[in-house]
C-alpha cells in the first residue's frame, strides 16, 4: 500500500507478505482477498470494496465501481515479455472504476471521491535473456481514452520487441502495438537519497494516435520526485508512483500511474 500527499510531498508505503492462515486468506470462488486488516472484495452488483491504509499515518475504505469492461492484453489472453515462451503473463486491467469513500488521516475523516485504474496479472517470469528491468505507465486521459504501455529494457539500453502499447476508446475497444508504433524517452534524472539509484525524471511518451494518422506526445511527470518503493524485505528497490500527464503543448490532459524497475540493481541473475 502506498500514499501520497500531494500538497506536501509526503510520501508513504507498505509491504508485506503473510501466508494464508491466520494473517492472509484468499476465496477460490470469488474474489475475495485480505492480508492483515488489508482486503479486497467482489461485494456485488459490479462494485468492489478495497479496505487499507499505511502502518498508524492513513486508513481508508473505497468502493470502486468500473466505469468500462474488463480488458484482456495480449494475444488469446497471453502477454509475452520476451521471446523466451516462459516470459509472459496473463494480464487483465479495469482501466478506469469510479471511487468513493472515507480516509482517516490521525483525527481527520474525510470523503474522498476520485478514479482508479485496477491491474491483475498472473506471471511465469518476469524478465527474459538480456533484460534488465521495465518501465510501466497506465494513462487516464480527460477525453475517456486510455493508453497502457511498457517498455522491456535491454542490457544495451535499448527497447526488446516485445514491449507494447495498448490504446483503449471511449466505448472501452482496445487496440494494440508493438515497439514500431511508440517512443519511450527520458528528461532528467532523480537519485534516491536512500538506495542512490537513479531514476528517469520525465518520461516522454510518443504514440500514434487512435484511428488517426500523426503521433500523439504524452509528458508524463511524477506529483512528486520521491516515489520510490524500499523493497520487501530487504529485496531491490523500484520507483512506483502518480503522474500528471500534459500534451505537446503543455496543458495537462490526463492522470498516470508509473512504474520503473532495473535501476537499484537486476531484478535476477543475467540468464
Known amino acids: 500500500m502506498a500514499w501520497l500527499d500531494v500538497g506536501t510531498g509526503t510520501f508513504r508505503h507498505e509491504e508485506r507478505l503473510n501466508r494464508r492462515g491466520w494473517d492472509a486468506d484468499a476465496d477460490t470462488r470469488r474474489l475475495a482477498v485480505r492480508n492483515g486488516n488489508w482486503s479486497l472484495r467482489d461485494v456485488g452488483n459490479d462494485t468492489f470494496e478495497l479496505r487499507g491504509g499505511v502502518q498508524a499515518d492513513v486508513a481508508w475504505t473505497l468502493t470502486l465501481t468500473p466505469k468500462k469492461p474488463l480488458v484482456i492484453f495480449g494475444t488469446n489472453g497471453v502477454s509475452r515479455k520476451a521471446a523466451e515462451p516462459w516470459a509472459a503473463s496473463h494480464y487483465l486491467t479495469f482501466p478506469r472504476l469510479a471511487v468513493d469513500g472515507q480516509m482517516q488521516r490521525g483525527p481527520i475523516a474525510q470523503t474522498v471521491q476520485g478514479e482508479a485504474w485496477m491491474d491483475h496479472e498472473l506471471s511465469s517470469s518476469q524478465l527474459g535473456r538480456g533484460q534488465v528491468g521495465w518501465d510501466w505507465a497506465s494513462v487516464q486521459l480527460h477525453d475517456g481514452r486510455e493508453l497502457m504501455a511498457y517498455r522491456m529494457r535491454r542490457e544495451d539500453g535499448t527497447t526488446d520487441p516485445f514491449s507494447t502499447v495498448a490504446w483503449i476508446d471511449q466505448e472501452g475497444r482496445v487496440r494494440q502495438f508493438g515497439p514500431d508504433h511508440f517512443t519511450w524517452k527520458t528528461e532528467g534524472v532523480w537519485k534516491s537519497p536512500r538506495s542512490g539509484a537513479q531514476y528517469p525524471a520525465v518520461v516522454v511518451l510518443g504514440t500514434s494516435k487512435w484511428g488517426a494518422s500523426g503521433a500523439e506526445v504524452l509528458r508524463i511527470e511524477p506529483l512528486s520526485a520521491d516515489q520510490e518503493l524500499s523493497g520487501l524485505g530487504g529485496s531491490i ?35
Do not use: I
Not at 502518480?242 to 532495473?262: H, I, P, Y
Open 237 to 271: 528497490p523500484y520507483w512506483e508512483g502518480a503522474c500528471r500527464v500534459l500534451d505537446s503543448q503543455g496543458k495537462v490532459v490526463g492522470n498516470a500511474f508509473l512504474e520503473m524497475t532495473g535501476y537499484a540493481g537486476l531484478l535476477h541473475k543475467t540468464l
